[in-house]
């Protein structure tokens, strides 16, 4: 069984950097993609960025571009978010998901977003003014 388990969260203001971490667990393929998914109350989950494990691609979506990194320690099958120049729009659960399909891409993010099942429980970030 599939296991995903973030951490990292908590308060900061804005301007202020915060170091999410998913640690990935019970699976037995190869290669995977790891997206990051945000839901902040009230608003749909949306997909903040995502990582493939073996050849490293990358997306972001567009209002964390310069902002947020995402990266990985393959032997830990950890995947990384480092969010900097927070902002209190970027308040919100945050969310890692599996995938089996490694591509990193927007529409691969709606695909992850509507059919995996493989989630975290979730990490609470509260950026404030």
């Known amino acids: 069984e599939v296991q995903l388990v973030e951490s990292g969260g908590g308060l900061v203001q804005a301007g202020g950097a915060l170091r999410l971490s998913c640690a990935a667990s019970g699976f037995t393929f190869d290669d995977y993609a790891i997206g990051w998914f945000r839901q902040a109350p009230g608003k749909e989950r949306e997909g903040v960025a995502c990582?493939?494990?073996?050849?490293?691609?990358?997306y972001y979506t567009d209002s964390v571009k310069g902002r947020f990194t995402v990266s990985s320690d393959k032997a830990k099958n950890t995947v990384y978010l480092q969010m900097n120049s927070l902002k209190p729009e970027d308040t919100a659960v945050y969310y890692c998901a599996l995938d089996q399909y490694p591509v990193c891409s927007a529409d691969s993010m709606n695909v992850i977003r509507a059919l995996s099942p493989n989630w975290g429980q979730g990490t609470q970030v509260t950026v404030s003014s």
């Open positions: 990582i493939s494990k073996n050849d490293g691609k990358t």
